[in-house]
Structures are given as C-alpha cells and as structure tokens.
C-alpha cells in the first residue's frame, strides 16, 4: 500500500469497505478506499454518479443505514478510530468537529424553524449556551459567512431564502461548532454560476481564517481545480488516481482520469470533437473481474495490456505524492 | 450570412402570481419582457441566463409550448403565434423540442418505439412506416432498433437523452429547441450526447437554439450566443466576440464565474452582490443595476437600456455605460474592486 506522507494528518481513511446488501446482490459502493486529509488541506474527490464519493463521507460521519454496512476498514480521526466509538461518542463528534453539507441547501434546512434558531440549537446543544447566547452567536455565524443583513436573515424561514442564501446559512451551521473537519458534498451543484463562485470563495476563505480541513465532493472538475490543494479520483469504489491539485490536470496519469479531463469543453476550447469514455460505469453488484475500468478503457487496447483483465490493480506511486491505479504504469506489466 | 429561419419581435410572456385563501392575483411577472431574437438558418444559437431568467420559458413561447402574450415568432415566413390548432400541426413537425430531464419527460408505462413514434403517427404515418423511421432515428442518435420494445426505466440517463432527442427528431424538423439537454447528465455521458448533437446538427442540417446555463458547454456547440438577465436579452454575439470582448457588466461576471478545469489559471473574479431580485417586482432602469459593479446611479435606475451594436458590428449589449449614451462613465469591471 502506498501513502502520500500528509503533515499532520486530521483524517486518515485505511481501507474502507461499504457495502450494501440488497435482494439482487452486495453493492460495493466504497470497496477499500484510502484518504488522508492534512490539517488546513482542501481535499477534492471526484467521480461520477455512483462512484461512492458520497458514500465514503457518509461513512467517515456512520452515517450509512441499512441495508449498507461498513464491513472493513479504519477511519482515524487524530488517530482514533471512528468506527470503534460508541453512538453516543459518536454524536459528539458528529456537527462538532466534523460537519457536512449537502448539495440541496434548501431540503436539508428544517422548514418550520427560522435559519437563525438551526444555527443556535448548534451552540445549545454543543456548548450549552442559552438560547439567547445562541441567537446572538448565529447572528455572528450568519455575517461571517457573509449574509447582508444577518439579524434580518436570522429570523427567516427557509423558504424565504434564496438557493445561495440557504447555502450560505448551512454553512455557518456547519461551522457554527468549529469543526476541525467539513465535508462538502457537491456544495454548488444546485447553485447558479455567480452563486457558486460566490461559494467557492467562501470555502476558500474558510479554510485559510479558520484553518479548517474540507473535502469537496463533487463531479465538477472545474471546481476542483479552483478550490483543492489535493484531488482523490474515484472510479466504481476505489480510488484510480490521487495527487497535487496542479500535477493531477497538468499530468493525469489514470485513463479514466485523462478521459474526464478531456471530456470537458473547457472556456477558450475550440476543438471540434470532444473526448469520449465509451460505455459506462460497471454494475457495483457484478464488477468486471481485474481493472474496473478495463472494459472502457482504450489505452488497455493500445498498449495491448491483458493483465486489465485478469488482476486487480494496486495503487502505485510513479512520483512524489502523485498515486495511480493502472498497470500501464507498473513495470514489467503485460 | 444566411437569412434567418426564425424571427422573434417582442416577444413577452407573462405568468400571473396567486395567492391567499382566494388565489387571488397578486402581481404578474414578465418572465419573457420584450424579446428580438433572430436565428439564422443552420446555426447553433446559445441562450443562457441563471435560473428564473426566463431562457426556458423563451424557449417554450416560441414552440407555443406557452402562448405568448405579446409579440410575434415568424417562422419561415410565417407568424407562428397567428396559426389555428390545425395549422400548429405543421409547425410541430418543423420545430421540436429535448428538454433537460431524461427521467421526467419520457412516459414510463410507453414502450420507447411508441414514444419516439408518436410525432409521426399524428402526422398519418402507416404502421409499417412508422416502425421503420423509428429504427432509423434510433440509429442515428447510436442506438439499436431493437432498443424500440424496451421501457423507459430499462436505459441509462445518457441513453434516455439519446431516446429524447430520437423522438424530437422522428418528425424530420429542421428547427430544435435544447433546453439544458446535458445538465443533468453525468461528465463523461455529456460529451457523448455533445458530440452527437454537432455531429446531428451537421448531418440533418438542423437550426439549433441551445438554452444552458453552463457558458462552456455553449461555448462548445454554438455559433452565437445571446445571454438574458430577467426576462431580457443584454448581449447578443458571436461566440468569438462574446468570450474575447464581453460588453454587458453581467456577460462579464457569468464569464468571471465559470470554474476553469485548470489550476494554473488564476483569474480576477467579478463578485456580483446578492441574488438575481423577484422577478415580480423588477429593479427600475436597467434591472441589473442593482447587482452590476459600475452602475451610475442618475443613469442606469432611470431608464431601461436598448439593445445597441457594439463598434457598429453585430455584436449588441444594452448598458447605458458601454453601449448608449453614456460611454464616456464606462469604467473598466475588474480594476474597479
């Protein structure tokens, strides 16, 4: 196994196995994923639908209900492991040092309750402050976040806010406690383009006042490219590539990786033709035997490879910090 | 330059809001407010807005998917919003529509070689007919003709797409309307369905009108581009001349927004303030002053700006400060922060 060695580490995942078990079979959304996130790190994780991005956060808060089950793995949170708390240790952690948001601001926020009383019960709940102490502290959670006029929005329901707004008041929420950690779940996916660079910049901000370490989940490689120090590319359950945010667009090494990044119209792109992934992403119920993106995969064919097919892949390091999972680049590969 | 297939004059559509115990109507919104659009035979034009600009409903009106309340669409020669039902049937074999949602617009409980037949089946094709031009346009949007006896759920969202844009195309329109067509599809699965809608485009010799809120993926498909802000057009140009010299403060800021798929860039951003204002109670003036970083005020509340060219081109912004009367206030956005 190989490791990126990552300064003071708030977040290490060690092989992670989420598996769901429904009537037609065991999905194995996160099938033996390593993470690490640094202290004050953005961390991008990237994929597509149903590649178990999300599920690999859901995990890392236990958050994953039946049928799937966390099978295997560790998940050290300043070295001690999440998934041997009790429920209860659990909760403490959960919205107090680590905390999450989603991509439908407006759904996740309790609609009979003001945008300033969710932010408050936070502070009743994880400082036991009163409930005005709490209110006057959501009203300065709200204007850090840079909400105009946060007494006013204070008093809100979530209904009366706009898409941006709600955003904007899930992440105070998620910060009100100061987490050591936040994930963010494809957090401007919902948003419009002036929001979400909007959005951006806030995370970013966040990140360089209040040190804290973030993951972003999302789809969007632009975003990625804007906001993380590092990215994890995820394929059907794994983690295919893993490396410096600069070195990963300048030099992706993992077919899947170079497929997405040239798939991508990109500002100023005059070509005709786009790039294309043929096919499409396997069944987690029945995955192809060895690489699990050798049925897509037209380097394979090229370099005429048949160990794709028949072996698992490990992750490989081919230089500093920079991890892949493809046998084009393991040495004596055939 | 070729002459234009479709012709929209001011072009407005309303929707009334209701509301209290009675539904009463409380105020109307103009969500389509005065629009000239002109799209030329065999080009890809983009529409894009954030949401709630009204492109979607644009889109729809002109399809008299909406009835407009105001304006004319001449289509061909003809005033589209002048047709009786009987004649609308000719158009809706000309013009056509994909829209965003491959899950939501296909029925669920209609086989796909139904669903794509339809069109044609209101047009008094035979039953022998119409299964052949359904394996036909199967194929061309990459498909297999036996895909025609299978079920909507059967079909990943990619291919759902190509199913969507199958059945517009059943008909042989020459004019397509693509509302979001990729938005919601993943990154991989949208490049194929982009492709294929060039590649269409070209082969069928197809007008295009592409409504997206993503610049670069219009970037990408369209010849021209025309951006609205609340229910208006306030720019209108070439791809070229949009991307390499953006006149309107608010095609400057979308612009500024888009993440870049390259972490060596690093670029200004124009932050615009707030969130786009209720369409039901617009911002006097020009309606983006109230988030646009060089507004005057005196100038840009007072009056509403027309669409002007741009050094005499076909390139047209409506801003009093960069294309009327009032040049001589223009401030360039980015060093204004």
């Not at chain 1, 033996?32 to 790190?41: C, I, M, S, Y």
């Not at chain 1, 899947?256 to 790039?275: C, F, M, N, Q, V």
């Not at chain 2, 020459?174 to 509302?179: G, H, S, T």
Request: glycine share 8%; hydrophobic share 40%; proline share 6%.
């Amino acid at each position: 196994m190989t490791t990126t060695a990552i300064n003071d580490p708030v977040l290490e995942i060690r092989g992670l196995e989420t598996h769901f078990f429904t009537r037609d079979g065991v999905v194995k959304a996160v099938d033996g994923v390593n993470l690490t996130v640094g202290k004050g790190e953005i961390l991008g994780l990237v994929g597509e639908s149903g590649c178990g991005k999300s599920v690999t956060s859901m995990s890392v808060l236990r958050l994953i209900q039946n049928p799937g089950e966390i099978v295997e793995g560790t998940i050290l949170f300043h070295g001690e492991d999440l998934l041997g708390l009790s429920e209860k240790e659990m909760r403490s952690i959960r919205g107090d040092r680590i905390s999450m948001i989603f991509q439908q601001p407006v759904g996740s926020l309790n609609p009979v309750f003001t945008a300033g009383s969710q932010i408050a019960e936070v502070y009743e709940i994880h400082e036991s402050l009163k409930k005005k102490a709490g209110n006057a502290k959501a009203v300065e959670m709200l204007e850090k976040v840079g909400i105009p006029d946060p007494e006013r929005r204070a008093k809100a329901y979530p209904h009366e806010l706009s898409g941006g707004m709600a955003q904007r008041v899930m992440i105070a929420m998620a910060l009100a406690a100061g987490p050591e950690l936040l994930i963010a779940d494809e957090p401007t996916t919902a948003l419009d383009v002036t929001i979400q660079a909007q959005i951006i910049d806030l995370m970013r901000e966040i990140r360089n006042d209040l040190g804290t370490s973030i993951i972003v989940i999302t789809h969007d490689l632009g975003i990625v490219a804007e906001i993380a120090d590092r990215v994890s590319v995820m394929y059907a359950g794994e983690i295919v590539e893993e490396a410096v945010t600069e070195t990963l667009f300048a030099h992706p090494k993992h077919p899947y990786t170079r497929g997405l990044i040239g798939s991508i119209p990109l500002a100023g792109d005059r070509r005709e033709w786009l790039e294309v992934i043929p096919g499409r992403v396997p069944n987690l119920i029945d995955l192809p035997g060895g690489c699990r993106f050798a049925p897509r995969c037209k380097a394979r064919e090229e370099a005429g490879l048949k160990i794709c097919t028949e072996q698992r892949p490990e992750l490989i390091n081919i230089d500093d910090a920079h991890t892949v999972r493809c046998f084009l680049y393991q040495e004596g590969a055939k | 330059m070729s002459e234009p297939l479709l012709h929209v004059k001011d072009l407005v559509k309303t929707y009334p809001v209701k509301g209290g115990a009675f539904q009463k109507v409380l105020g109307t919104v103009r969500a389509v407010d005065g629009v000239d659009l002109e799209i030329r035979k065999g080009e890809a034009l983009g529409l894009v807005g954030e949401s709630g600009c009204g492109k979607s409903t644009f889109g729809r009106a002109i399809l008299r998917l909406e009835e407009p309340d105001a304006g004319s669409v001449i289509f061909d020669g003809v005033d589209v919003l002048q047709l009786s039902p009987k004649e609308l049937k000719g158009y809706r074999r000309d013009a056509q529509v994909v829209f965003q949602d491959p899950f939501g617009s296909l029925d669920p409980r209609t086989s796909v070689g139904d669903s794509i037949a339809e069109g044609v089946r209101v047009q008094g094709l035979s039953r022998k007919d119409r299964g052949r031009r359904v394996a036909e346009v199967l194929e061309l949007v990459g498909l297999e003709p036996y895909h025609a006896n299978r079920y909507p759920h059967e079909f990943s969202g990619g291919q759902r797409q190509r199913i969507g844009i199958a059945r517009a195309l059943a008909v042989n329109p020459r004019f397509l309307v693509l509302d979001e067509p990729v938005s919601a599809l993943d990154v991989s699965i949208q490049s194929q369905i982009l492709n294929l809608l060039k590649q269409l485009q070209r082969e069928l010799d197809l007008t295009l009108l592409f409504i997206a809120h993503d610049l670069s993926v219009v970037e990408h498909l369209c010849d021209r581009i025309a951006v609205m802000y609340l229910g208006r057009i306030v720019e209108i140009a070439s791809r070229d001349d949009l991307f390499s010299s953006p006149t309107h403060p608010y095609t400057e800021a979308l612009l500024s927004a888009i993440p870049i798929p390259d972490p060596t860039v690093h670029r200004q951003r124009i932050l615009l303030e707030g969130d786009l204002p209720s369409p039901l109670n617009p911002p006097t003036g020009c309606t983006f002053h109230t988030r646009c970083p060089i507004a005057e005020q005196g100038i840009c509340d007072v009056s509403a700006p027309s669409l002007l060219s741009v050094n005499n081109g076909r390139h047209e912004a409506a801003c009093h400060l960069r294309t009327g009367d009032h040049q001589d206030l223009n401030r360039p956005l980015l060093n204004s922060r």
